[in-house]
Nanobody
């Protein structure tokens, strides 16, 4: 059974950093693209970043460009989201998702949640002083 488990969330001050992990089990991660999404209270789920199965293509929402970095270690069946220079508006529950999604989709519509069939349960991130 395909399963995704997020970890690494928590409370951090503005300007701080966190690294989120998305661990996969029940399937071989290197066949799947992975996306990171977030949902703040009262808001719709938003695509943050995504990465192709081979790691060569990535996409980011404009609000996190230059601050967040997505990466993957297929040997560890894990994808990471390094978040630096965190802002209060980054506060949300962060989810990872997996899908058999091609590079062209990663680069164009990969940040749309409806493209992704498999989801984790989420990890909360709170940025506050």
């Amino acid at each position: 059974q395909l399963q995704l488990v997020e970890s690494g969330g928590g409370l951090v001050q503005p300007g701080g950093s966190l690294r989120l992990s998305c661990a996969a089990s029940g399937f071989i991660l290197d066949s799947y693209a992975i996306g990171w999404f977030r949902q703040a209270p009262g808001k719709e789920r938003e695509g943050v970043s995504c990465i192709s199965s081979h790691g060569g293509s990535t996409n980011y929402v404009d609000s996190v460009k230059g601050r967040f970095t997505i990466s993957r270690d297929n040997a560890k069946n894990t994808v990471y989201l390094q978040m630096n220079s965190l802002k209060p508006e980054d506060t949300a529950v962060y989810y990872c998702a997996a899908g058999l999604i091609g590079t062209s989709t990663i680069l164009t519509t990969g940040l749309k949640p409806e493209k992704w069939p498999y989801w984790g349960q989420g990890t909360p991130v709170s940025v506050s002083s």
